[in-house]
């Protein structure tokens, strides 16, 4: 495995801002093992970008996940992540399967995130300011994320477009 600090089958839920990395970071991960909200949201509406399509792709999200983890398999889950009910819904289907769970922040500075934005198409563009209140939500994330039920915490700095391991979060 690529990350030899990560159990070889777990639920891992990416956390971070967009532009952060996230899908980035996904794709070090075999294709068939990522759930992308935007990639849901594309498969239902013709659009990744389509907001309204959110609802319906979280269902399908969460359904694939179910069948995924009754089969005990490795998912990664590429969302933003950075509302504490979808994540403790997550965790709590985690471990009705007896699957560990592991939280993945993507620190990525905010003014990258925002710089990020540039050069993408309309419909993929977030404002800054929604970029501000996401980075926010992230850095808030770190002190409830055992909480919620996490067992173990990692962060990449996404920096660097090639970091090889994840950080353990020391508590
Ligand atoms: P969103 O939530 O909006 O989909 P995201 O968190 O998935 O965003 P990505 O789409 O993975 O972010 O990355 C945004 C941009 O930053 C992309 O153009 C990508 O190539 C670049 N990028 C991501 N990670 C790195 C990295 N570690 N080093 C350099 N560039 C990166």
Redo the contacts with the bound molecule.
């Keep these: 495995p690529q990350y030899p600090e990560l159990p070889d089958n777990a639920l891992i839920v990416?956390i971070?801002?967009?532009?952060?990395?996230?899908?980035?970071?996904?794709?070090t991960w075999p294709a068939s093992q990522v759930l992308?909200l935007?990639g849901l949201r594309g498969v239902i509406s013709d659009d990744p970008g389509c907001q309204d399509a959110t609802g319906d792709a979280a269902d399908v999200l969460k359904l694939i996940l179910e069948r995924r983890m009754a089969r005990k398999l490795n998912t990664v889950i590429?969302?933003?992540n950075l509302e504490q009910p979808v994540r403790v819904d997550l965790v709590m289907a985690a471990k009705r399967h007896g699957m560990p769970t592991i939280a993945v922040i993507?620190a990525?500075p905010l003014s990258?995130?925002i710089a990020?934005?540039d050069?993408?198409p309309d419909n993929?563009r977030?404002p800054e300011d929604t970029v501000r209140t996401q980075h926010k939500a992230m850095v808030h994330s770190v002190q409830s994320l055992r909480a919620e039920g996490f067992n173990e915490t990692f962060f990449?700095?996404?920096?660097?477009?090639?970091?090889p391991y994840l950080r353990r979060l020391s508590e």
């Design positions: 990416l971070g801002a967009s532009g952060a990395g996230k899908t980035t970071l996904a794709s992308s935007d590429d969302a933003t993507v990525t990258l995130c990020r934005q050069g993408r993929r977030v990449v700095g996404g920096l660097n477009r090639l970091e």
